[in-house]
């Protein structure tokens, strides 16, 4: 008897491998990083620099501080704040008094990090992408590996400002909360019409965000699926999109019907976790061992109708 249970077990294991190689065999990748170099390859990441944006940029006008959300953080691209070791990008945030640009005049914060971007140097519409990551924990501390519209101007698209346009979250976690994750979908009308659903995950005992997990989406025309190690834990299929002045909805699957372009970033503080306390330990660092995005190459992309 017990060679029987031992002999089935074999071959649901060995089922179960063959189901996961199928599934695996459907993409083909078409995008990486390693991070094995000596420097961020700039081919393929730009950096945001600074704490804010104009809303209005070709005219400089309606400054948003804090990137829209109370951040503390001033972004750069220095090495104290963005570099390769070992096979690893480092995102550092740090707890340091650092002056820049903030609406064209110098402005004092007294926290630095990274925000990197692949806008203008890559983006797709549909498909599988995914990073290998060890985050941060403590309160105030926010990673965060996203996706935003391939536009004309910051998280614009085709469908106008955000969220109209949408925005894709793929991994976002509360420092203070180190064992729960979440993936969100913005959308809706242009700020403030805008809407969004998210899906939180809690990682089995023994497991939170300081260990290494893999985190990604898998995106099809009118669907998306959220994996933490390949364990899908949310399904979204019902969103939509308003551009200004019009009197119906953008048709279905807008507007996540377009190219978007890839984000890796640390904040600190604002409206997610709230700030930093006595107890947060810096520098915190993000670190990325790969981000990897795959073309749907075994069978065509299925479109899945609105649900709701």
């Known amino acids: 008897m017990n060679t029987f249970r031992t002999i089935v077990r074999i071959l649901l294991v060995l089922a179960s491998l063959a189901g996961s190689a199928t599934a695996q065999e459907e993409w083909t990748l078409v995008w990486q990083d390693e991070f094995d170099g000596v420097n961020i390859d700039r081919s393929k990441w730009d950096f945001d620099i600074g704490n804010g944006f104009w809303a209005n940029p070709a005219e400089q006008k309606d400054w948003v501080q804090g990137w829209g959300n109370n951040e503390l953080q001033y972004y ?3 090495v ?14 740090r707890s340091e008094a650092y002056t820049g ?3 064209g005049k110098p402005q004092t914060l007294q926290y630095t990090s990274a925000k990197l971007k692949t806008r203008d140097l890559f983006s797709k519409k549909y498909g599988k992408f995914e990073a290998r990551m060890k985050l941060p924990a403590g309160k105030g501390l926010w990673p965060a590996f996203w996706m935003l519209p391939q536009g004309t101007a910051h998280a614009t698209g085709v469908y106008g400002g955000w969220a109209a346009s949408g925005e894709i979250d793929i991994l976002e976690s509360w420092g203070s909360k180190p064992h729960e994750i979440c993936g969100t979908l913005h959308y809706g009308g242009s700020w403030p019409d805008n809407k969004f659903t998210s899906n939180k995950y809690t990682f089995p ?22 994996y933490v190690d390949g364990e899908l834990y949310a399904t ?7 551009s200004a002045g019009q009197a119906e909805p953008n048709p279905y699957p807008a507007p996540f ?4 372009y890839l984000m890796l970033n640390l904040a600190v503080g604002g409206n997610f976790d709230g700030n930093p306390d006595a107890a947060t330990s810096f520098p915190g660092i993000m670190e ?4 990897r995005v795959y073309e749907l190459t075994g069978r065509p992309y299925r479109t899945i109708e609105k649900q709701s």
Do not use: C
């Open 80 to 93: 104290e704040n963005a570099s390769l070791k070992d096979g690893m990008l480092l995102i550092i945030a």
């Open 76 to 78: 750069t691209d220095r």
């Open 236 to 242: 979204q299929h019902d969103w939509f999109s308003q």
């Open 257 to 260: 019907d377009q190219p978007f």
């Open 288 to 291: 990325v061992d790969f981000v």
């Open 205 to 226: 005992a023994g497991s939170a965000i300081d260990g290494f997990h893999v985190y990604g989406i898998e995106w099809e025309p009118g669907e998306i699926r959220w």
């Open 101 to 103: 640009d903030v609406a």
